[in-house]
């Protein structure tokens, strides 16, 4: 837990260290797409819509920690319901919840919940995935003991998946000792070959035929990547899921998921260490409800 008696520390200069570590203002990404909503637009910051990433939701001038999450989710919002102002980095700019429903905006509600306390919201979304010390696929390999031997999937200018080695075992038993280190309460495997040696690893979604035939050309014959089993109801991301499916059966990989949640948690932890380099008091809060959710 961040120490209760530090001395706050000014939004608009923590702002510009993340600006600049995150590489805000190369525009590659549009964060804002289907995110601002006519529920919750009245509360974003202006400089969010141009920039399209970065400082979402502006509180008050000065912060007394940070604390990074996946997701918007309630649980967040509610751990934060009695802290002193802080300012929240999230990996992505939605709501989350492990069904149907998948990546929701996030409410009017929950942004006046954290307003009442003064906190702000920073987002990080490709820059964090691509960063060379806490992207989310490097955490997540490392996590899993995978040594890296290349990183691959250009996403928004800068390579985002690992491709790596482990020592030569089953399916099952890296499997398993994948669930464990995700904290998971299951894991979900598909398999096509009785050993794994050489992983590809993909946080968060992973479920993209190109990045599949990329982790093949690489010579991988293992992929651990979030979304085995897409639960989130959209028509377009369901197509995509099932063309990754299909084209597995010509390539023949072994997949791991270890969902969306499990798999990009490790790097919102890592990042924590950013902040203590900063002399700032810094936690991730972990939503118990994703993490444990089957
Ligand atoms: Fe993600």
């Not at 696929?137 to 890296?148: D, F, I, M, N, Y």
């Not at 919102?268 to 809060?285: H, I």
Request: overall charge negative.
């Amino acid at each position: 837990m961040p120490a209760k008696d530090t001395t706050p520390v000014s939004l608009k200069s923590l702002i510009a260290e993340l600006d600049n570590e995150f590489d805000v203002l190369s525009g590659r990404e549009d964060l804002v797409r289907w995110a601002v909503t006519e529920d919750n637009c009245h509360w974003i910051n202006p400089t969010f819509l141009k920039q399209k990433t970065g400082l979402m939701i502006v509180g008050v001038g000065k912060v007394h920690a940070v604390r990074t999450s996946v997701f918007v989710t309630d649980r967040v919002v509610e751990q934060l319901s009695d802290q002193r102002p802080s300012l929240l980095l999230t990996h992505h700019q939605f709501n989350y919840f492990e069904d149907e429903r998948g990546l929701q905006p996030i409410s009017g509600e929950q942004i006046q919940k954290l307003a009442k306390q003064g906190h702000s919201l920073y987002v990080s979304h490709a820059p964090l995935d691509t960063h060379p010390i806490y992207g989310s696929s490097l955490a997540l390999a490392e996590e899993v003991g995978v040594k890296q031997t290349g990183r691959f999937y250009d996403y928004f200018g800068a390579p985002t998946a690992v491709v790596g080695e482990v020592g030569e075992q089953t399916l099952q038993d890296f499997a398993e000792h994948v669930r464990k280190s995700l904290l998971r309460p299951k894991i979900d495997v598909m398999q096509e070959r009785p050993h794994v040696r050489t992983i590809a690893v993909v946080a968060g979604g992973g479920d993209l035929p190109d990045v599949l035939q990329e982790a093949y050309d690489l010579g991988a014959d293992t992929m651990l990547l979030g979304t085995l089993e897409n639960r989130w109801g959209i028509r377009g991301v369901q197509i995509a899921h099932q063309e990754f499916l299909q084209l597995n059966k010509k390539l023949k990989l072994n997949l791991i998921g270890g969902s969306h949640y499990n798999t990009e948690r490790l790097a919102m932890v890592k990042v924590v260490r950013l902040f203590e380099g900063m002399g700032v008091p810094c936690e991730f809060c972990e939503d118990e409800e994703l993490l444990r959710a089957p």
